[in-house]
């Protein structure tokens, strides 16, 4: 399946790289090799996540307070956000709709 991530969501990875690294080094590509694994299990077994509204699903990333939510649209799956899970919940709920 291929992986379409939305603007909004590319953004969010971008700014959660930065700040990992700031904190230490190499951390930000910690964060992306799991973010890569979790994008992997998604593109494997994309009904497997927790539906947490219809036709969105969450994938939680390993080591990192981050989820992954999704849509599947025929054969692309759209990543909608990268959350950070201690902050606004459903900040992101507009989003399904746009981009």
Not at 26 to 47: C, M, N, S, T
Not at 82 to 93: D, E, N, T
């Amino acid at each position: 399946m291929n992986i379409r991530f939305l603007t909004p969501a590319r953004q969010e990875l971008d700014d959660a790289v930065i700040w990992y690294n700031q904190q230490s080094p190499d951390l930000g590509l910690e964060f992306l090799d799991e973010l890569d694994k979790a994008v992997h299990r998604i593109a494997a077994y994309p009904q497997a996540c927790e539906e947490i509204e219809p036709g969105l699903r969450r994938c939680l990333l390993n080591r990192f307070p981050y989820g992954l939510i999704y849509g599947i649209d025929t054969n692309v799956i759209v990543i909608v956000t990268v959350a950070h899970l201690h902050r606004q919940p459903r900040y992101w709920i507009e989003r399904k709709e746009t981009d």
